[in-house]
């Protein structure tokens, strides 16, 4: 279909949700390059740690997942982009998320895990001999997905083992917290003295690479990307 040229003026986010809705994709693109340029996010800084330590996230770059090229309904509207905060709220909220990992054989492994917050950085507690923690020893590269009634979160990261005192005794503190499961810290090892024998558990940290957060009404999407060193 035909339409008379977008100009870039107050009617300009009008006439592209006209353009969108009608499903008229090339004349939408012609509308987006002619129309206000869109904002610059500043980049994300990432703190170095000493080893052992649990990192710390900083706001990471917030980006439209969907392109004017997509099929509609996604949006582009940048006003729809949702903040890390938001994301970290999901996060912290959930009573369970489910861990991704990969086996030796290179295929998916999934489990539901407990998570916290430590610093902004995802941990979980998990035994050391069970198939995710045997697979985190061979390959870092995970995946964390949750959703609540806003948002459906999937965090890609790398795990990373937790082995210094004073942050093994942090994560506890998280757990205990935030789901009264308390772990004893002896010699650099949590163990669970509620059960029989105090089982010994690992504690590891998800450091995020890239997370998506997908909204409730199925039309919006935010990308967030963090810088690595």
């Not at 998570?115 to 198939?131: E, H, K, M």
């Not at 940290?205 to 998506?212: D, K, L, Y």
């Amino acid at each position: 279909m035909n339409h008379p040229p977008i100009a870039p003026t107050k009617d300009w986010q009008a006439a592209l949700d006209t353009l969108r809705v009608a499903g008229d994709l090339e004349e939408l693109a012609r509308g987006l390059a002619a129309g206000p340029a869109l904002p610059v996010v500043a980049p994300a800084r990432r703190v170095r740690h000493a080893p052992g330590s649990v990192s710390t996230v900083d706001t990471p770059i917030a980006e439209l997942l969907f392109q004017p090229e997509d099929a509609t309904p996604f949006s582009t509207d940048v006003a729809t982009l949702k903040p890390w905060s938001q994301a970290l709220a999901c996060l912290q909220s959930a009573t369970r998320c489910w861990l991704s990992t990969v086996r030796p054989d290179g295929h998916p492994h999934a489990a539901p895990v407990l998570l916290v917050l430590v610093d902004g950085v995802p941990c979980i507690a998990s035994r050391p001999n069970t198939r995710k923690s045997r697979n985190l020893a061979r390959n870092p590269h995970s995946v964390i997905m949750v959703g609540n009634e806003d948002l459906d979160l999937v965090v890609k990261g790398e795990a990373h083992q937790v082995s210094d005192d004073t942050m093994l005794r942090r994560v506890a503190a998280a757990f205990e917290k935030k789901y009264r499961w308390s772990f004893d810290i002896r010699g650099g090892r949590a163990y669970d003295g509620s059960l029989p024998g105090s089982p010994q558990y690992a504690f590891y940290q998800i450091c995020p690479v890239r997370a998506f957060g997908y909204g409730a009404d199925g039309m919006t999407a935010t990308r967030w990307r963090f810088n690595r060193r």
